[in-house]
Structures are given as C-alpha cells and as structure tokens.
C-alpha cells in the first residue's frame, strides 16, 4: 500500500539542545519546516547544511545535470536513485591543483524567467551554499527556484523547497526528536507549533532507555490533537533513518497501542492504528447548520447520510455517488460560520466523501476541514481514513455485495494525496487500520530558542 502524497523533511538543531526536527509531507505527503522565514515563494535558512561531518571525509552524493528534462531520471523528485550516485566525492577547488574531499550536497531546481526552460543540477561542493528559494543567476541567465546545501550521503536526491514544476502534493508535518518528553514544556510545545505554523508539529521521545518504545504527541498551531496520521509517517521515517528503529511503537495518554512499521525494501511506513469506526447520528439543530456551513443551502440534497466517530470527534458528510469528484473539489465551506456553530465541543473536524460511480483504481474521495483546532482544510489526513476506511468497508459489504481487501483512497484537496489503506483484525480480535506511506527529508537547519 502507498499513500501518493510526499512528505518532505527539515533536520533541525537547536542552539541551546540538540534535536531534531522533520518537516513532511505525506504519501501521504510529508514536509517539514524549521523555524525559518518565508520570503516571497521559498525559504530562507541560516547555516542550513550543519557542520557534523569531519574535514577530512567525504560526502557521497547524487550528481547530474539537466535542462529540459534531457536527463529525466534528475528531474525526477520521487525516483532520483537512476541518476549517478558517487561515493566519497571530490571536487576541485579554485587556485589549488589536484582534488579535495567534498563536505556538501547541493541541489538547484529551477526555471528560467525568460524562456521557462527547466534546469535540475545535484553535485558535491566544498562549501555551503546559501538556502533559498527566488531568483538566481546561472550561466548568465536568471532563474527562478531553489537551492539545497546538506551535509550526510546522498541528501540531495530530496526534493527541497517549493519545486517550479508543480510536482509537490501531500500534507506537511514538523517532527521535532526529544531526549524525553518534558525536556520542552507544553506550553513551548505549542509557541514551536504556532510558529511552524502547518497542520501538524509532532514530538517523538523514547519513553526508556531499554525499549523501542516511544512518546508521540501532536499539535496544529492553536491545540493538542489526539492523534495525527501523516506527522506518525514523518516521525517514523525519521527514527528509521537516524536511529535506526525499523518496528516502531508509540504511546500518549490518549493512544497505548500505536505501530509503525520500516519497509526497507520500497523505503516506505506503515502504521498501525486503531479502526475509529463512525455511528449514525441525529440530525439537530447544530447539524443543519454544519451542513449548510459545509455544502451550503442550495445543495443539501447532495448529501446522503451523516455518521460520527465519538473516538475521533469526526463528523463523516457522505454525499451522492458521482463520476468524478469535481464536485468535491469545488465544495467551499463558510469557515467563519462553522466556528460560530455551537455543538458542545463534540465536533473536532468534518470528513466529506463520495464514492465513484464506476471504480477505476479509487474506491472512495474525501475532503477534511478542522476550523475548530486552526486548521481550515488538511491536505492529507491519515486519522481521517482510520474513520473512513470502516466506514467504506461497511458500505462496500453492503450495497455491493464486496469485501474489499484494500482501499485506494484519494483525499481531494487542492494538494492531493492518495492513501491505501486496509482493515485489520489483531490478535485480540479487535479492529486495526493500517496506512503505508513514505517520507523525504526536505533540509538541515538551525532553531535558537535563547533568549
């Protein structure tokens, strides 16, 4: 199972402790940003490549050079690995004969302002180049793009910043790795995750020093959540690469049984978590009013059934079978209306889904809006298919007669992603959804949170 978004990832260290910190998209895409600024279309990083490696080894980096696409495999932001991959690089150096070991890896993605012709390099450098994302100059002609500097093997087959092809899709989550739980109050927990500022930052520690066990906690930008599927993928990613840990267990004091799983093999997650299967509801008031804030008054007779996962504080807004999922994607919810709906804190976020008429590779699409905890729409939501998948499930068996062994969802939103997921039994006879996904690392940075 893969979930066809991307997650893109930021390595970050802080000044006053060492952590770090992943931004992902999920494959659900993952993305990952550090505490950085945003000028105009890109980011802007100080000392993003780091100083860990010692002076006298070398890197080992992906290397070509592309205009146009004459060497696809480089363009590639998911497949790099066809292009030439050279081990302990060296390089020359300016006024000096002779080679001399390289201490980075660079990337520029970009095209041209003038003529729109693509430019894709990945090389090993001496040096650490500026990150950034804008305007450059390259053999005279002026480009608009990015520029990656890293510094361990190979880190430059990610794809950094906001790529000019259009080719990013998925949900982007901060990971921040911590000696323990309580070495960062709550309360910096939060401040961090309003400033990343994206649906998700994710806090992993290890609960002890003699199991693979490990803390997880999530937060948008103004709460807590309890449970958050693509920033699971980007923290598991993560663990697998710098710490090794291929079966990943999770706690938190609202989920003691939570699984991730390293597939060396497709370089992929798969988590393991709980089936939140939802229950008809009731209509009431606060309901037809959610309905008309999310599908709007003319339109209510496109909805065919409402559920409610009391786990998850998800409303499932299931609408007609259609061909397509245009209808969907043009769906645009009154947010400002929805956050003055008083539904005693039940509703934490409305799923909206719809099957095909014919299947043709997707079982089901859906859309996610969660107002309520800062987040108007989510990209990509892994939690969201811990509901749907036994929803879909349920209503496969029933009105066609199917048992479907595993869903390809997509999730609809303006960035897209496509889950697989499957419904599970454990060996406590209980029901589990598992979700596949795969990450990249996006970039190395700095966090100073002195005063």
């Not at 780091?50 to 980096?61: A, E, L, M, Y």
């Not at 990610?158 to 960062?184: E, K, Q």
């Not at 706690?251 to 939140?276: Q, R, V, W």
Request: with cysteine; aromatic share 10%; charged share 25%.
């Amino acid at each position: 199972m893969i979930m066809k978004s991307s997650t893109n990832a930021i390595i970050i260290r802080v000044n006053f402790f060492k952590f770090t910190a992943i931004y992902s998209m999920i494959f659900i895409l993952l993305i990952i940003n550090e505490f950085i600024s945003f000028p105009n279309c890109g980011i802007n990083i100080s000392n993003a490549a780091g100083t860990n490696r010692k002076v006298s080894s070398s890197i080992s980096c992906y290397t070509c050079n592309s205009r146009n696409e004459t060497d696809i495999n480089c363009h590639d932001p998911f497949n790099p690995a066809m292009s030439k991959y050279v081990e302990n690089c060296k390089v020359p150096k300016l006024n000096h004969i002779g080679v001399f070991p390289a201490r980075f890896c660079v990337k520029v993605v970009g095209k041209t302002v003038d003529t729109d012709e693509s430019l894709m390099i990945r090389a090993c450098a001496l040096e650490s180049m500026d990150n950034q994302c804008g305007k450059f100059k390259f053999e005279g002609s002026l480009y608009a793009g990015c520029i990656l500097t890293c510094d361990y093997d190979g880190c430059n087959h990610i794809d950094a910043f906001v790529d000019p092809t259009g080719r990013f899709t998925g949900n982007p989550a901060a990971v921040i790795v911590l000696p323990r739980d309580d070495y960062l109050s709550d309360e910096i927990k939060q401040k961090i995750a309003a400033e990343f500022n994206l649906s998700e930052t994710v806090y992993v520690s290890p609960v002890d020093l003699q199991s693979s066990q490990w803390s997880i906690r999530w937060f948008t930008p103004k709460a807590e959540v309890k449970l958050c599927g693509h920033a699971t993928v980007a923290a598991s990613y993560i663990l697998a690469k710098i710490k090794n840990e291929k079966n990943l267990r999770y706690k938190n004091e609202y989920n003691e049984k939570l699984g991730a799983l390293y597939h060396e093999e497709d370089d992929s997650i798969e988590l393991d978590f709980p089936s939140n299967e939802p229950q008809k509801i009731e209509d009431s008031e606060w309901l037809q009013q959610i309905k008309k804030a999310i599908i709007g008054d003319d339109h209510l007779d496109q909805i065919v059934s409402i559920y409610y996962s009391m786990t998850t504080g998800k409303l499932l807004i299931r609408l007609r079978d259609a061909d397509n999922d245009d209808y969907l994607q043009k769906i645009q919810p009154n947010f400002q209306r929805l956050l003055q709906i008083n539904t005693n804190n039940r509703i934490k976020g409305v799923i909206v889904t719809q099957k095909p008429n014919n299947l043709n590779r997707i079982h089901f699409w859906s859309r996610y809006f969660a107002p309520w905890v800062g987040i108007n729409e989510d990209p990509v939501t892994g939690s969201a298919h811990t509901v749907l998948t036994p929803f879909w499930s349920r209503c496969y068996q029933i009105e066609c007669n199917q048992t479907i062994k595993e869903f390809k969802a997509k999730q609809s939103s303006l960035r897209t992603g496509i889950l697989i997921c499957q419904l599970k039994i454990d060996h406590a006879n209980n029901r589990r959804v598992s979700i596949k996904g795969k990450a990249r690392i996006f970039c190395h940075g700095e966090i100073d949170l002195s005063v």
